[in-house]
């Protein structure tokens, strides 16, 4: 009879010998901790253990791909669940340290069906986590998730032979080959590569530089203390640092990595930082000239311009709003067989015959420069201005405990939709739907929305705005919806506004 893990506490003799895991870690796609306060090594081994008996339960090849991010502890972290996955049969391909899309790449690569990715991708130091899954391109989503983390707390892993190790060389090489080709830049470009001292700095200089980019170069060395900023191109601090490079350097653009390399942030050559989910309507109205009538899938904290944009709509493209969440993103352009999928975080899922259906940040500023390159005589900001023009609030989190935070959104929700069936108003403008597919956007009569929903990831609300009007309606919905979410009391103070 399996039993459930023992409750285990830092700086104890336990602590040493026994699994230490908070329940708060599973999350809907991936799994984070803070380290060593919500899991220990043990812990991590036991996580690999259950990993290892979630492949043999669901009847996957026990054969796993297994890379690590720059943080200094992440290698000490891999090795502990490597043991797990050894414990339960598993023959482990250590690709070593990368970024995610390479490791997701190494399932291809390698021919392997099981990824699992040491990172805690855009997350401040002393996080740490695992992003994984057995299918490429998809990765484990609540379902999968769930499972797990039944598994590992009930006690459920089953040790089992055959467990192997090999240091595998060559990926990075490998990857760069899929992500390039024989492709070469016709026109000049000078950009920017920000990668904020994390895993990105060790490959996006070296990708540019193949593509025939000049790199002006912008924290590429690598420094697990984040000296300048955290590495996520959907932070302001970030982004105005991009900004002030182009404006320096006379560069064309700048783009941006996060941690992990899975996300892209753009800014354009005046300086202006373009919201992830713009920079998917540029590159939508792209893609679309090449591949008419597609479908592309955007999460519901973007823009509303997938679908009211006059250039997509007269290529004939169909849009769907989708669950924020990369597992979710990636699994909703598979089943509807979409050109690509876009989050306004700055995940991208480029899917056949552009990319292969995973999130990358190198794959999307391949794409990005291509894109420059068929259009030679448009700037960054040309096409930024010939997008319809809207006002929108960055991505704003204020703080809820992860053990609170999806009871407290969804007293929220349900206060929103009775807004609706009130007939009520927001910012002067009839309410048209609240879409409550993940958490509420409250969409308007003239296409202005507010969203509020929880983060997969960190202990935290998200909310987003977007008004078609003025930036005086754009704050007026922000109002609104913020006054709903002081309802609740135990919900804290944001951690940026606009």
Avoid at 324 to 350: D, I, N, P, Q
Avoid at 387 to 415: C, F, G, N
């Amino acid at each position: 009879m399996k039993k459930p893990l023992p409750t285990v506490t830092p700086n104890s003799w336990d602590f040493l010998r026994d699994p230490m895991i908070a329940p708060t870690g599973f999350r809907e796609y991936d799994a984070r901790w803070k380290y060593p306060d919500e899991i220990n090594l043990p812990g991590m081994t036991a996580l690999g253990l259950g990993i290892g008996t979630q492949m043999k339960k669901r009847g996957v090849e026990p054969v796993i791909a297994v890379g690590n991010d720059y943080r200094d502890y992440s290698l000490t972290i891999k090795n502990a669940l490597i043991v797990g996955l050894m414990q339960a049969g598993i023959r482990v391909k250590d690709i070593g340290p990368c970024i995610t899309p390479m490791a997701y790449f190494s399932s291809f690569h390698l021919g392997v069906p099981g990824v699992a990715m040491v990172t805690a991708s855009h997350n401040p130091n002393g996080w740490t986590g695992v992003k994984m899954g057995f299918a490429m391109p998809l990765t484990h989503g609540p379902d999968e998730m769930g499972e797990l983390k039944e598994i590992v707390l009930e006690g459920k892993g089953e040790p089992g032979e055959g467990g192997s190790y090999e240091f595998v060389d060559g990926v990075w090489e490998a990857y760069m080959d899929d992500l390039v080709g024989d492709f070469r830049m016709s026109r000049k470009l000078k950009v920017v590569c920000a990668t904020g001292n994390g895993t990105a700095g060790a490959y996006a200089p070296a990708l540019f530089e193949r593509l025939g980019v000049e790199v002006v170069p912008s924290h590429n060395e690598l420094d697990y203390t984040f000296p300048a900023y955290n590495p996520n191109p959907e932070a302001m601090e970030m982004l105005h640092d991009m900004s002030a490079s182009v404006k320096s350097s006379g560069a064309d653009f700048a783009l941006g990595f996060d941690g992990d390399g899975d996300r892209c942030g753009v800014v354009d050559d005046e300086g202006e930082e373009i919201f992830a989910d713009k920079v998917g309507v540029i590159m939508a109205r792209d893609l679309s000239k090449l591949y008419p009538n597609s479908t592309f899938v955007a999460d519901v904290k973007s823009t509303g311009l997938f679908e009211s944009d006059p250039e997509l709509v007269k290529n004939g493209v169909k849009a769907d709003y989708w669950k924020t969440g990369h597992s979710h993103m990636k699994r909703r352009v598979h089943e509807l067989g979409a050109l690509a999928g876009f989050e306004k975080s700055g995940h991208y899922f480029l899917a056949q015959p552009i990319g292969r259906g995973y999130d990358d940040g190198m794959r999307v500023a391949v794409e990005i420069c291509k894109l420059m390159d068929r259009n030679p005589d448009m700037k960054m900001s040309d096409l930024r201005k010939a997008l319809p023009r809207t006002w929108s609030t960055p991505t704003m989190s204020p703080h809820a405990a992860d053990t609170e935070k999806y009871q407290i959104l969804d007293r929220i929700v349900e206060k929103l939709v009775a807004k609706e069936k009130a007939g009520e108003t927001v910012a002067g403008q009839k309410i048209k739907e609240v879409v409550t597919v993940n958490g509420a956007r409250v969409i308007l009569e003239n296409g202005s929305w507010g969203l509020v929903r929880a983060s997969s990831n960190t202990p935290n609300l998200v909310v987003v705005c977007e008004s078609s009007e003025s930036a005086e309606e754009l704050r007026a919905i922000f109002e609104e919806i913020d006054a709903v979410i002081r309802t609740e009391p135990d919900v804290g103070e944001y951690d940026q506004t606009f």
